[in-house]
């Protein structure tokens, strides 16, 4: 496309021959013989890189705030869908363990480790406390009662582990799995009385999510080897 | 604090954790939907829509992209889908677009980030979403096809026509100079 002015190529083509130069044989000739064009040529493909370059842009000040002013109501908890493994007996079994675990968990978070200790371990870059790991804080800074409630619940879960069923093949051994779901949501339940009490704690959030997500994933597992093998422990 | 678990504390409701991850995006996000929208104001209210919608749909996303990557194409839907401008401005009504400008203007003006942007601003809706879209943010003809509803030919020649009008508001001066003067 010639401008018939001036017989030199328009904006749009020296566009066009800068994306698919192959599909204009007679501009790019004319580009390489006309010291105009060439100059525009040259200028439209520093504004592209430049174009390119571009960077971030720093968003209004306030903008963080007015998005938490739209965003649903604080929701620490994630729901947890029921799980249907555990009507008649093991549910007995199930209370029991929360009045269990929600001692100890009482215990870790208001014995000696509270929001303080957590935001400590987060500022210092610490990984914060999972199922197995010891009391965040380090043992002086509990009491010996929820030391041993703790350590007795860990090991529990960690024997389980150890027991076929516990882990690899869920069927092999499905009421030591179905037993181990029962002492996670226990402990589950527990962690929910302690972030009533402490909601921005980070460490029992942390706590909390990785309980729910091992007792999700084991859930999962083990209501799909009972689907796929027929079986029904209800 | 890794990403994923950013993003499942945030899935859960997690305050703090959507605050980073606000944190760690927030300008690129901004800078998309800003030079989408072509308006301080509009850009602020649709940035927050997106971050909202983010917030809102975080079940949807599940983690084949980075957060950022994920957010990013968000806010690019949140800005390509907000209702047009009704009125069109006079200044961009360009009635001669791609003709030639024949005066040199300076590299600085080229190269400004701010000429740049003034420019962009100026372009109509339609020019800027494509140019934006192809030479800013690295879409494809078809993916922009895709995205706007458009043929991706209809995509390149938008883009051909954009090029040419921001290359003309980048040097307005050599237009006017260009209208008295002429070359050859």
């Known amino acids: 496309m010639i401008d018939q002015r001036y017989e030199h190529l328009t904006l749009e083509m020296i566009s066009e021959v800068l994306e698919e130069p192959e599909l204009h044989p007679e501009a790019a000739e004319h580009l390489a013989a006309c010291d105009v064009c060439s100059l525009e040529h040259s200028l439209m493909r520093r504004m592209l890189m430049a174009l390119s370059g571009l960077g971030e842009m720093d968003p209004p000040a306030d903008e963080w705030e007015r998005v938490e002013s739209r965003l649903p109501t604080k929701r620490l908890v994630i729901p947890i869908r029921p799980l249907h493994l555990f009507r008649g007996w093991p549910a007995q079994v199930a209370a029991a363990m929360i009045l269990f675990a929600g001692g100890i968990l009482a215990g870790l978070t208001f014995m000696g480790g509270g929001p303080d200790d957590a935001a400590t371990l987060v500022l210092n870059g610490e990984s914060l406390p999972s199922v197995g790991d010891p009391v965040p804080g380090g043992p002086e800074t509990r009491s010996p009662f929820a030391l041993a409630q703790y350590y007795e619940a860990v090991a529990g879960l960690e024997q389980l582990r150890a027991r076929p069923g516990g882990s690899g093949d869920l069927l092999e051994d499905p009421m030591a799995t179905t037993e181990r779901l029962v002492r996670l949501d226990g402990l589950i339940e527990a962690s929910r009385e302690a972030l009533a009490n402490s909601p921005t704690d980070p460490a029992v959030n942390n706590l909390l999510f990785d309980l729910i997500k091992e007792r999700d994933d084991l859930s999962l597992g083990l209501e799909s080897a009972v689907h796929l093998a027929g079986l029904d422990y209800r | ?184």
């Open chain 2, 1 to 184: 604090m890794e990403e994923q678990v950013l993003v499942e504390r945030a899935r859960a409701g997690d305050r703090l954790a959507m605050s980073q991850l606000y944190q760690a995006h927030s300008r690129r996000v901004y800078a998309v939907v800003r030079r989408l929208a072509g308006d301080d104001d509009l850009a602020a209210d649709l940035s927050q829509d997106a971050w909202v919608r983010a917030f809102e749909r975080l079940h949807l996303y599940r983690g084949e992209a980075a957060f950022g990557t994920w957010m990013h194409r968000l806010a690019t839907n949140v800005a390509l889908n907000r209702p047009r401008r009704r009125t069109k401005r006079p200044d961009v009504e360009a009635s001669a677009v791609g003709m030639r400008t024949y005066e040199k203007p300076s590299d600085e003006a080229v190269m400004s980030r701010r000429v740049l942007s003034d420019a962009l601003d100026k372009l109509p809706d339609g020019y800027r979403r494509v140019l934006v879209m192809h030479d800013v943010e690295g879409w494809t003809h078809e993916e922009i096809g895709k995205s706007l509803g458009i043929a991706s030919g209809t995509s390149k020649s938008q883009l051909h026509k954009a090029r040419a009008r921001m290359r003309q508001l980048i040097a307005p001066s050599a237009a006017a100079t260009e209208a008295g003067n002429g070359v050859q």
